[in-house]
């Protein structure tokens, strides 16, 4: 008999909307339905649910709210600021900085602007996936406009240094973008503190709903409309706002940020509990991303001899839901540039799984995730023809593994 | 994505494993692009597919077709191995998404390579067979990381 329960290993992807959330947003979808700009009380009510909002998520990365913009997720708030940087800043310069790990919302956008005549340089990290600072710093130039390094990785959950990265491009007068999609509400953000001028976020990576986001804009940084056609968002992103969804947004992040570290100390144990295991119970595993300075809820393995996406289709038989970086769930040849930037060979990099648990997540699902795990590796390995090899090579020597 | 024929094959997997002394072994396929098929073939004197086993490193896709593959072609003539070709194993699966479209070629390359030894093996010829491509990355697997 297959496993009834479902449990959800895929956070990182998009997670549950809370109850309270929920509660929060359902009256703007009927009673609550007036246009903000409207001059009738049921608007002007929508237009302060809106503005408190607004004020709110200033809050909780330490700013003002005049300077969040809502957009409709991470990925329009990251093309948001590269696009309207590099036009608003060319007679300044057309070189852009990033790295090789970055969500394709910003790798995309940067080889957009390429095609456009624009220079960018994609900073390599280490294998654990951070960024080289002095690397970072040589690679300014004096055309250099924009730094954009993601505040967390989405896949493989490592932290880069963004307040040492804040304070470089402050140094040297170059913006500084960063997208904390992953990061938002996991990790604590001070935009004035870390020097950071724009950085994106997403309202469904935090229980909030999908279709909304932000990109927090630093007074004074002279970038443009992104949506012509109205005064919305300071005439920045004209448009109708989406007040579901920006009232749910605001809600799960008071509800994150007010609970983030007990959420979060919940998460580091789980995740601890089942890098250890799998460690120990799971021969030729490998750790991805950094030890220390990683996302709370991420777990990311490569299992040698084996393919990624066969493990997530015999894990959701057994309720498991999980995502890989190999090229079969990519939908290209290749593997996830994350998991070769950090220098693993394309056949290592085809058997990785990444684990992303929440707050809700028990002992008891991380313990069956990981015996679910064990079994359906080793499965795997005894039809494969590279582990084949392998024992056979070894066969002899030292029966060791 | 998959047909309830390529999930089946997939997570109950006919004939896998090994072959002792196989009359044919063939390899295909490049662990860097994320998919091996090894076929094992015993056939007898009357040059009939007595036995054939498989095992792959590969998605869903790759495993089923492999599956599929050794269902095919297990007490067949070589001759009539031959005519198992991708398009044959895919109808058999009741069809793959398109992305998935090579790894049914690479069942077909499997029978073939492994004919193809056995042929070798045996100075024999085999109508329509041509040698293998020789494409397995070996070297690059074995990388410490």
Not at chain 1, 268 to 286: F, G, L
Not at chain 1, 312 to 334: E, Q, R, V, Y
Not at chain 2, 25 to 41: E, H, P, Q, S
Not at chain 2, 59 to 82: F, P, Q
Request: glycine residues 8%.
């Amino acid at each position: 008999m297959m496993e009834k329960k479902i449990i959800y290993m895929d956070n990182a992807a998009t997670t549950p909307v809370k109850p309270e959330v929920l509660k929060a947003m359902l009256p703007y979808f009927t009673e609550k339905f007036g246009n903000p700009s409207g001059i009738y009380s049921i608007s002007s009510d929508n237009r302060s649910a809106v503005d408190d909002a607004r004020a709110l998520i200033g809050t909780t990365i330490g700013t003002t709210p005049e300077n969040i913009y809502f957009t409709a997720g991470g990925s329009e708030s990251d093309n948001w600021a590269i696009k309207a940087a590099a036009e608003a800043y060319r007679d300044k310069g057309k070189h852009i900085i990033t790295t090789k790990i970055e969500h394709h919302a910003v790798l995309h956008t940067c080889q957009y602007l390429e095609k456009c005549g624009y220079e960018v340089t994609y900073l390599d990290v280490d294998e654990n996936g951070i960024v080289d600072l002095e690397q970072l710093e040589r690679a300014i130039r004096p055309d250099t406009i924009l730094i954009s390094v993601m505040f967390a990785n989405n896949e493989i959950g490592t932290v880069e240094p963004i307040a040492e990265i804040g304070k470089i491009a402050k140094e040297h007068g170059v913006l500084f973008h960063t997208d904390a999609v992953q990061a938002y509400t996991r990790l604590p953000i001070d935009v004035d503190a870390m020097h950071i001028d724009m950085l994106s976020a997403s309202g469904h990576k935090i229980n909030g709903p999908k279709g909304i986001g932000f990109l927090y804009i630093r007074k004074g940084v002279k970038i443009r409309s992104f949506v012509h056609g109205g005064a919305q968002e300071r005439a920045r992103r004209a448009g109708t706002e989406n007040v579901p969804g920006i009232v749910g947004f605001a809600r799960a992040a008071e509800l994150a940020t007010e609970h983030m570290e007990a959420y979060t100390a919940k998460e580091r144990k789980v995740r601890d509990h089942m890098i250890a295991r799998i460690e120990a119970e799971i021969p030729y595993a490998r750790l991805n991303g950094d030890r220390e300075r990683r996302l709370p809820n991420n777990v990311n393995f490569c299992f040698r001899f084996i393919e990624g996406e066969s493990l997530l289709i015999l894990l959701d038989g057994k309720g498991i839901c999980a995502s890989s970086g190999s090229a079969c769930t990519s939908g290209s040849l290749d593997p996830s540039h994350v998991l070769l930037a950090i220098g693993l060979p394309h056949e290592i990099a085809h058997g990785s799984l990444r684990l992303t648990v929440s707050e809700d997540t028990t002992m008891e699902d991380a313990d069956y995730v990981v015996d679910s795990l064990k079994e359906i590796v080793a499965h795997l390995r005894d039809m494969s023809p590279l582990y084949e090899d392998f024992v056979k090579k070894n066969r002899g020597d030292s029966y060791v593994q | 994505m998959y047909s309830e024929k390529v999930m089946d094959h997939f997570q109950n997997p006919r004939n896998v494993g090994e072959i002792a002394d196989a009359s044919g072994v063939g390899t295909v396929g490049n662990a860097k692009c994320g998919d091996i098929m090894r076929m094992y073939l015993d056939i007898d004197e009357n040059r009939i597919i007595r036995d054939c086993k498989f095992k792959t490193f590969g998605c869903g896709a790759a495993v089923a077709t492999s599956s599929m593959a050794t269902e095919l072609v297990r007490g067949k003539t070589v001759e009539e191995a031959m005519q198992v070709t991708n398009r044959a194993v895919m109808e058999a699966l009741d069809g793959l998404p398109p992305v998935k479209v090579h790894c049914s070629l690479l069942a077909e390359e499997a029978i073939h390579a492994a004919l193809w030894d056995y042929a070798e093996k045996n100075g024999i010829k085999i109508e329509g067979l041509k040698k293998p491509k020789e494409d397995i990355g070996e070297e690059e697997i074995e990388e410490e990381y």
